[in-house]
């Protein structure tokens, strides 16, 4: 859990940092819907007689809402958050925070591509008596196409693929809880790939 607060603490000083600088820059809130492909990476030891090692993957499909957040630099360059809330039986939470550049195609018209931090995790019930719990860090990329219909309002529509490493996590079974230990995370990689679409309001 203290891990938890110490990033969610450090996202809220960059934010903050980012926003006294871009005040006079331009301010871009982004809210609308979003869809998450979640897949779970198991990468198994190396190597069996043949050279393989043996791998496997658990993925599925979330939907949910997208909440973002773009503080204008000079020279076309942009502080940004993102957060996604995505559900299928599984809450997936996928947060950015990064930097990109802002490419200027035409009135109205603007493609952003950026870097970022990332971190969040996943709550999955498999059942009434079996819940897991991760948290993970990691980093992503953001593509984001926008086009304004004036100046306050338009649209925007895009990607973003993040890669996570867990650091954290619990299985529930029954009333018993147990906290994953570090070996337990060792050969695993969590990835989200997601998709946006929703109305842009620049403040």
Known sequence: ????????????????????????????????GA???????????????????????????????????????PKNWSVFADTMFTFNKTLVNDTQLGIGYNFLLGKGFKLFVGGAFSFGGSISKYNDKYTTRYFGIGGGLNVTASY????????????????????????????????FKDNDFKNKIHQSINAKVGIRVKL
């Open 35 to 73: 869809y998450t492909r979640h897949s779970q990476h198991y990468i198994g030891s190396c190597c069996d007689g043949a050279g393989f090692s043996t791998n496997s993957k658990a993925s599925k499909n979330l939907g949910g809402i997208h909440l973002g957040v773009n503080f204008g630099l």
């Open 1 to 32: 859990m203290n891990k938890k607060i110490f990033f969610v603490f450090v996202g809220l000083v960059m934010i903050s940092t980012a926003s006294l600088s871009a005040r006079d820059l331009g301010i871009d809130l982004d809210v609308g």
């Open 148 to 179: 304004m219909f004036t100046r306050k309002f338009g649209i925007y529509f895009g990607v973003a693929d993040n890669y996570y490493k867990p650091v954290s996590g619990e299985k529930k079974e029954g009333n018993i809880t147990t906290e």
